[in-house]
């Protein structure tokens, strides 16, 4: 009669088997290849580069294949591939002055040098659904025009130039690593930066509209929004100068905040950042304008007690890989801290009917 | 009865608080007894509550001195404040939301103080409870009973209560009857007189309310823009004010 | 077997020495929480991620291993975390607590006493006990090394206040060697006297809270009480169905829908041992005659 729960590994066995035929689908329809998902779900692949943090549009593809399309899941699948990576050292900083240009817009003046690029977006669709994708229709060749050679600086860099942008003193300070040290609170802005670039791009969605709605409000406008490419450089000692070791596809976002100074600085705008791998636009919005609200405290800001400028609450639960495990696990058995709980009702109510009955007598 | 030692217990010196170019307070000095009440007067932004963070420690002042027993507050370690902050010393808050736990019954907010100090009897620690809520005007059955159940005036009787169980030796006051009903501050200025005289507490008093300062204070401090501009005993400074501020504020509430 | 492209124990030599440092400050520092630069797994947080590094910092090719989830081998958690380690690290491992060298737990401490030459690993969800009293980091960290623990006093004074006794089951908060106060991982409190004095070692391991604790051998852990409602072990008040053992932690089996039920141990290691050497509980099968 006594019904152990012997089996549990030939249960985990046969359900991985289980998984393994549900990810396939129907073997009558052709199975996706990973060139087709780096391909052709490029923005899912995107995400999953940027939260995983690892760029490497073919493992991310791979991961979303095994992962049946389960964003997280793939994230997760390329973290812990991730951890058993060596680290042979930091990249130089990433010129995005020079970035080969496939977007970039300024919400702040209708014409900037290098000019507004509108590049592949969503913007100015309209959300109809395409039924000629259905049928799988032909590829539109895309109207092309010479790239013209005309350098787009940083379009915060020339406000910088009239003194209107808060001063950013440059530092030779090395950053925290916050895959290799653990988060400690208070954490600075290089952590508090990579923490929300990884960050689950939903949350940061959502606490960079609740400033929008005045929780921690910033008055911000997206001063550039820049997508394309950049090389990655690579000092090697051995050789005693940098070489480019590769490109990555990123979005930077600085938004233009006002700031009404203080008694001793005076009117000037402040600036939220936002960098995330790949095409990831709405991310890197998301990271700039929680980034600024996050940044009340040394602007002399008043705390307000809007969540996105609560640094602990944010960072400590922005992470999508840590959520989720945790809010998971709690289908793990938990029966012997519920037969605690069992035990302590049951003595309580024991006593509250002892205690009843001694009333009533 | 009062301990009238003869050294001072707080003794503050030159005690500056800026914010950015603006004054906090400015070149405060002090000298606080045992057994003494000191209020502090001065319309909103005058700088008292400034100046009472600033003994209290909860913000750290530019410049100056604060001597409690000797000890210099401001700089001594977080760690040795906050046991001070945890056994000598009291704070009663305007709002006494921020001096008391909402979710944790009257009962458990009087008894706190208690076992952060070592107290690990439960019937003793409750003991004192029952005590010292009858010793505030709260029924002993609603020691089990959350804050949020409370009247405002029962509120800050309890915030009092949890504050002086460990028998603290000095008070930090800011506005304790401020935001109350006039009746229900009358019967809270009584407890916290015939309190202060028994337990023969030194309290520092922040009050705009004169009213508040005569019945309670036995000095006075008048503050205007961050400095003090006045100070003597109670009735001398209420009955004969010498600076033209003082004579203001006294003659304004002498309308009431 | 071993997958041969991973490190012995999955995690890279550098890895290992950043854990073993934090536990050497632990152990140095009982009870004290060690913030460290937990790795992704390739387990979920919240699995076992803490307890699975801190034992492939520990682990070498000549350890055998045990990995219990509430007191049973055979858990299913238990089952993925041993296979982890079979495939990454080609260790022994075991079912038999005292065969082991380190046993890997999740909830439970095993009811046969631990020896010198064996260490304990806890996986720990949620390492800091005064968490639920105040959500701040800063505050809590601030909280430890001031030694304020009025607080958690409080929250027992409220138990007793409204219930008559001390509602907390599990995680039952200990203070480590008169001065931490420290969260013992969700065992029953009625593992909680196993923990002191141990001549085992123990250590913790938080994965997604980023933190290693310890208890050294010999270490004195007291249960947080008053004078006047001292802290009791407790357990359900019946004998082992199965071995007939009185005094080891039982689970509750629902085995039918009419309000039948039974009580087994959770040590399933233990209970197995006892019905080899004869022991019978109320439900025992009858011996074939």
Wanted: hydrophobic share 40%.
């Amino acid at each position: 009669m006594y019904v152990a729960t012997k089996g549990g590994e030939r249960a985990i066995d046969a359900a991985h088997d289980w998984l393994a035929e549900a990810r396939r689908g129907d073997p009558a329809i052709p199975e996706l290849s990973v060139a087709q998902i780096r391909e052709q779900m490029s923005l899912a692949v995107n995400r999953v580069m940027a939260e995983g943090s690892l760029y490497d549009p073919d493992l991310a593809a791979l991961a979303i294949k095994q992962a049946r399309g389960d964003l997280i899941e793939a994230i997760f699948l390329i973290r812990a591939y991730r951890t058993t990576l060596p680290r042979f050292g930091a990249s130089l900083p990433v010129e995005t002055g020079a970035m080969a240009i496939t977007r970039r817009i300024s919400a702040t003046f209708k014409d900037v040098p290098g000019g507004q690029v509108l590049g592949p977006t969503f913007d100015y669709t309209h959300r109809l659904l395409d039924f000629k994708l259905a049928a799988e229709g032909e590829v539109q060749q895309a109207g092309r025009k010479p790239a013209d050679d005309q350098p787009a600086p940083h379009v915060l860099a020339l406000l910088d130039r009239d003194g209107l942008m808060e001063p950013l003193a440059p530092s030779a300070a090395v950053p925290g690593d916050l895959t290799r040290e653990p988060l400690e609170m208070p954490a600075d802005r290089p952590l508090r930066l990579q923490a929300l670039s990884r960050g689950d791009e939903g949350f940061v969605l959502s606490m960079a509209y609740s400033t929008q709605r005045g929780y921690g409000r910033t008055h911000a406008f997206v001063g550039e929004l820049r997508i394309g490419s950049c090389a990655v450089e690579m000092e090697i000692p051995e050789l005693g100068f940098s070489v480019e070791i590769g490109t990555v596809e990123l979005s930077e976002c600085e938004t233009v905040n006002q700031f009404t100074g203080s008694k001793t600085e005076p009117a000037q705008f402040t600036r939220g950042y936002g960098l995330v791998f790949g095409q990831n636009e709405r991310k890197s919005i998301s990271m700039s304008l929680v980034d600024r609200a996050l940044r009340w405290e040394e602007l002399g800001e008043e705390d307000t007690g809007a969540p996105a400028q609560d640094a602990e609450f944010v960072l400590y639960h922005c992470d999508n890989i840590q959520a989720t495990g945790f809010l998971e696990h709690i289908k793990l058995p938990h029966y012997v801290d519920f037969q605690s709980e069992l035990e302590l009702i049951r003595r309580l109510r024991k006593a509250a009917g002892a205690s009843e009955r001694e009333a009533a007598e | 009865m009062k301990d009238l030692g003869n050294t001072a217990l707080l003794q503050v010196a030159g005690l500056s608080k800026y914010y950015g170019t603006r004054i906090g307070c400015e070149a405060v000095s002090f000298d606080l007894w045992p057994g003494e009440v000191l209020g502090i007067v001065g319309e909103s932004g005058s700088g008292k509550s400034t100046l009472l963070s600033c003994l209290a420690g909860h913000l750290t002042p530019d410049q100056g001195r604060v001597l409690y027993n000797g000890r210099d507050t401001v700089t001594m370690s977080e760690a040795e404040r906050r046991v001070l902050g945890r056994t000598d010393w009291a704070f009663v808050h305007q709002n006494a939301r921020d001096g008391l736990r909402m979710g944790v019954s009257a009962g458990g907010n009087v008894g706190e103080r208690l076992m952060a100090v070592g107290a690990r009897n439960y019937g003793a620690i409750r003991g004192s409870a029952i005590d010292w809520l009858g010793r505030v005007e709260i029924d002993a059955d609603r020691i089990d009973d959350r804050p949020r159940q409370f009247s405002g005036g029962m509120q800050q009787r309890l915030q009092i209560a949890r504050n002086l169980v460990t028998g603290p030796r000095l008070v930090f006051m800011d506005e304790p009857t401020g935001g109350l009903d006039v009746s229900v501050q009358a019967r809270l200025l009584d407890l916290l007189r015939g309190l202060v005289r028994d337990m023969g507490l030194s309290v520092i008093l922040v009050t705009h309310d004169l009213a508040v300062a005569r019945l309670l204070a036995d000095r006075l401090m008048v503050m205007q823009a961050g400095r003090v501009i006045e100070q003597g005993l109670t009735d001398q400074v209420l009955d004969d004010p010498q600076a033209p501020y003082t004579q203001l504020l006294v003659s304004s509430v002498l309308q009431v | 077997m071993t997958d041969q492209a991973y490190n012995f124990a999955y995690l890279d030599e550098a890895t290992k020495r950043m854990i073993r440092r934090a536990l050497l400050k632990g152990i140095a520092v009982p009870g004290y929480q060690v913030p460290f630069a937990s790795r992704e797994m390739p387990m979920p947080y919240g699995w076992g991620t803490g307890g699975v590094q801190v034992t492939a910092a520990c682990l070498t090719p000549e350890d055998t291993l045990k990995v219990i989830d509430q007191g049973a081998d055979d858990t299913t958690n238990a089952v993925s975390i041993r296979k982890f380690f079979e495939r990454t690290g080609g260790v022994k491992t075991t079912t038999h607590t005292a065969e082991a060298s380190l046993i890997q737990t999740r909830h439970r401490i095993p009811e046969e006493p631990l020896r010198a030459d064996q260490i304990l690993v806890y996986q720990v969800p949620i390492p800091e006990p005064l968490r639920f009293l105040e959500p701040r980091e800063s505050e809590t960290r601030k909280m430890h090394s001031l030694e304020e623990y009025g607080l958690m006093h409080v929250k027992l004074y409220e138990d007793i206040a409204r219930h008559g006794e001390i509602s907390t089951a599990y995680a039952y908060p200990v203070k480590v060697e008169g001065r931490y106060v420290m969260d013992p991982s969700p065992i029953p409190k009625f593992d909680n006297p196993k923990l002191g004095g141990s001549p085992a070692i123990q250590l913790f391991g938080a994965g997604r809270e980023q933190r290693i604790y310890a208890l050294p051998p010999f270490t004195q852990v007291v249960s947080l009480d008053f004078e006047d409602h001292p802290f009791m072990a407790s357990k359900a008040d019946h004998d082992c169905d199965l071995c007939g053992c009185s005094t080891s932690y039982l689970d509750e089996v629902i085995t039918d829908d009419r309000g039948g039920r039974m009580f087994v141990c959770s040590d399933t290691d233990f209970c197995e041992a006892r019905r080899a050497q004869g022991h019978r509980g109320r439900l025992s099968p009858e011996e074939a005659v």
